[in-house]
């Protein structure tokens, strides 16, 4: 049997962690890959993992490289290049710095991974990701944005602290763009089945959904730089049911051609992932004040999309 491979692309905090966790499950043998000026980083952290592995019993190897023929046939690329943001730092700002950087990257991906399920973490998500799948050419079923799931586990978390109880017991869906039109779906958001309107007040809940949109930002505020435990292990989620054809449903940020009325772009929605990639997507029964949110995050992204063409 053929042992899967896993491409990182940014040997930063999140591919360092992305690396970890990969290692960690055993999912495949990992390429970390930076440019050049940080390729001693990348073979570090992959030298450092790989004795790590001799203390947990893991059977993986992990390479450090500024190579891109190194990832050749890879099962899985999971891209978090890019600058990260800094405190004061919107999503939009990133945008003409990032663009360039997915671009190089995309062009890699199809030369040396044509056949790769492609993760992107790079921001601003919806306009990377967009351009990811524009520039590879692969189908859209084949490139995902990774924001839907640590959105909806930042929820989780808040509720569960709010009332009180173990956040395993807690669901959420947050729909929409990654950023602060993102829209968090409260009806849909329970405790064991249990509607959380009916166990938390209306204020509680306000700032619960306000804390999702801005939980990024609230991070960066405190470490002064992006998360990245939750948005690699996000990731990794999403990769292992893919390679594992685990039929998870999450919510992601893919294309749509017509699903809640939009067409062209990437948006955050629910979504079955399995051997075949992007296998279903998930149209949910939204209320009129739902949809008018949603349409508003759309715009933001239509917006974003719009910008990232011009450059």
């Known amino acids: 049997m053929i042992r899967r491979k896993i491409a990182l692309i940014g040997a930063g905090n999140i591919g360092g962690e992305l690396a970890f966790s990969a290692a960690h499950l055993e999912l495949g043998d990992v390429v970390l890959v930076d440019i050049p000026d940080k390729e001693g980083v990348a073979k570090g952290k992959a030298l450092d993992l790989m004795q790590a592995s001799l203390i947990t019993g893991r059977d993986i190897s992990v390479t450090g490289t500024s190579t891109y023929a190194k990832i050749g046939y890879a099962d899985v690329c ?173 919510p992601c940020t893919v294309y749509l051609n017509g699903e809640y009325g939009y067409r062209g772009i990437y948006l955050g929605v629910p979504v079955v992932i399995g051997g075949g990639g992007v296998e279903k997507i998930i149209e949910v029964e939204l209320s009129k004040d739902e949809k008018a949110l949603l349409d508003k995050s759309a715009a933001a992204v239509q917006k974003l999309i719009a910008q990232a063409e011009k450059l």
Request: net charge positive; aromatic share 6%; with cysteine.
């Open 78 to 250: 999971i891209v978090t290049a890019g600058v990260p943001r800094k405190p004061g730092m919107d999503r939009e700002e990133l945008l003409s710095i990032n663009l360039k950087i997915i671009r190089e990257v995309a062009a890699n991906i199809r030369q040396y991974a044509p056949d790769s399920f492609v993760i992107v973490l790079s921001n601003p998500l919806d306009a990377m990701v967009y351009e990811m799948r524009k520039v590879t050419g692969f189908a859209a079923n084949r490139v995902v944005g990774m924001a839907g799931v640590l959105d909806s586990a930042r929820m989780r978390h808040f509720i569960s602290e709010a009332y009180g109880c173990g956040v395993q017991e807690v669901n959420a869906l947050v729909l929409g763009g990654h950023g602060d039109s993102m829209v968090p779906v409260l009806r849909y958001c329970t405790i064991n089945g249990i509607p959380v309107s009916q166990l938390l007040d209306g204020k509680t809940l306000d700032g619960i959904v306000e804390r999702t949109r801005f939980g990024g930002g609230e991070i960066v505020g405190l470490m002064g730089t992006s998360a990245f435990y939750a948005p690699a292990a996000s990731a990794i989620s999403m990769a292992a049911s893919y390679l594992m054809d685990r039929k998870r449903l999450l």
